[in-house]
């Protein structure tokens, strides 16, 4: 039989099952070791940067999206500012032809006639402006009720007009 060899644990720091102590290991283990940590705390940073960058984009974007909304706004209020002004621009001189149609008929020879002819035309003149903004005359007499287009005022009988029908 032969001996067991002895090991000197200083000029042979190997252990009995081959393994190398933490203290006398090459430099290179205790960094493989470490990695992990090492590694791990970069993707923290890096997670930590990214949720920086992103909540910067957020912010960014939340501020622009609220501006979108003021400009909006303003320029809703501009363009219906805009249109009442073109509106009023074409209605302005029907209500200075109506003054002139009521200082008319205040002279004491008024003609009846030409007042009427007058008034008319001032009829005609307000429909032309309004008919300049999209507006038109609708005149339902004799025509069906139609709730989406018609608006009652009262419900009454007529011997001339269908039940359910507009008067007029």
Do not use: C, W
Not at 15 to 41: D, K, R, W, Y
Not at 147 to 152: A, D, G, L, T
């Amino acid at each position: 039989m032969t001996e067991p060899e002895t090991i000197d644990p200083v000029t042979n720091p190997t252990s009995a099952h081959g393994a190398v102590p933490a203290e006398n290991a090459p430099a290179g283990a205790a960094q493989t070791a470490a990695a992990p940590e090492v590694a791990l705390a970069a993707q923290l940073e890096a997670a930590k940067a990214e949720a920086v960058g992103n909540y910067d984009k957020f912010m960014r974007a939340a501020a622009d999206l609220e501006n979108f909304r003021r400009r909006a706004v303003r320029e809703k209020d501009e363009l219906r500012t805009a249109a009442t002004g073109r509106v009023l621009e074409d209605i302005f001189p029907v209500i200075d032809t109506l003054a002139l149609a009521i200082d008319a008929a205040r002279q004491p020879n008024a003609d009846l006639k030409g007042l009427i002819s007058g008034v008319d035309m001032v009829l005609s003149q307000l429909k032309s402006a309004l008919a300049k903004h999209g507006l038109k005359e609708i005149n339902p007499a004799g025509q069906a009720f139609d709730p989406h287009q018609h608006e009652s005022i009262s419900h009454q009988p007529s011997k001339d007009i269908k039940e359910e029908h507009v008067l007029g």
